[in-house]
T-cell receptor, first 115, second 109 residues
Framework: DTGVSQDPRHKITKRGQNVTFRCDPI?????LYWYRQTLGQGPEFLTY????????KSRLLSDRFSAERPKGSFSTLEIQRTEQGDSAMYLC?????????????FGSGTRLTVV | LAKTTQPISMDSYEGQEVNITCSHN???????ITWYQQFPSQGPRFIIQ???TKVTNEVASLFIPADRKSSTLSLPRVSLSDTAVYYC??????????FGGGTRLMVKP
């Protein structure tokens, strides 16, 4: 296992289109997190799963955003009707539940550009 | 949630020791102090974590005074490849990581 994988690395889409990103966590990690990062800012928490259950969602996660982790393994983040303000780096991380916070392993992210 | 304050940016030269201080006046008894490093177009990477006094690993040292209201990340003999953003985080075990703006370290030749 080489770490957290995210696909695609880059995505350019037209405003109004739907996009879906995929995250494959470290296999033994039962927690999976989605963060969003805009230029010059630190990552902002969006949502997290423990196994297949989505346990918390940030207020940043509008109705146009939906995340799933159907079998407690990989996760998808979908953005419907994209807006220019959605342009950002979307980061996925995984960890073991209850572990110390150094247990977070981040992927390299998906950079979304909405034109 | 304890808020952290750290310098927006710092400059250094290769071979120097760099100290980045973070203040966290409202740290709770059960909170740990954790530092992450982020290179452009990559996700953050764990550097070091501590609760009190001093912690050292192969990458850095973390100094935490007795009142725990601040901490200092020390990077010995930096190189150009240490140019990155460094985040100081305070959180309890199992809680969500909450990032601030970080410190942009530029190492010059």
């Amino acid at each position: 296992d080489t770490g957290v994988s995210q696909d695609p690395r880059h995505k350019i889409t037209k405003r109004g289109q739907n996009v879906t990103f995929r995250c494959d966590p470290i296999s033994e990690h039962n927690r999976l997190y989605w963060y969003r990062q805009t230029l010059g800012q630190g990552p902002e928490f969006l949502t997290y799963f423990q196994n297949e259950a989505q346990l918390e969602k940030s207020r940043l996660l509008s109705d146009r955003f939906s995340a799933e982790r159907p079998k407690g393994s990989f996760s998808t983040l979908e953005i419907q009707r994209t807006e220019q303000g959605d342009s950002a780096m979307y980061l996925c991380a995984s960890s073991l539940a209850g572990g110390l916070n150094y247990g977070y392993t981040f992927g390299s992210g998906t950079r979304l550009t909405v034109v | 949630l304890a808020k952290t304050t750290q310098p927006i940016s710092m400059d250094s030269y290769e071979g120097q020791e760099v100290n980045i201080t973070c203040s966290h006046n409202n740290i709770a008894t059960n909170d740990y102090i954790t530092w992450y490093q982020q290179f452009p177009s990559q996700g953050p990477r764990f550097i070091i974590q501590g609760y009190k006094t001093k912690v050292t690993n192969e990458v850095a040292s973390l100094f935490i005074p007795a009142d725990r209201k601040s901490s200092t990340l020390s990077l010995p003999r930096v190189s150009l490849s240490d140019t990155a953003v460094y985040y100081c985080l305070v959180t309890g075990a199992g809680n969500m990581l909450t990032f601030g703006g970080g410190t942009r370290l530029m190492v010059k030749p």
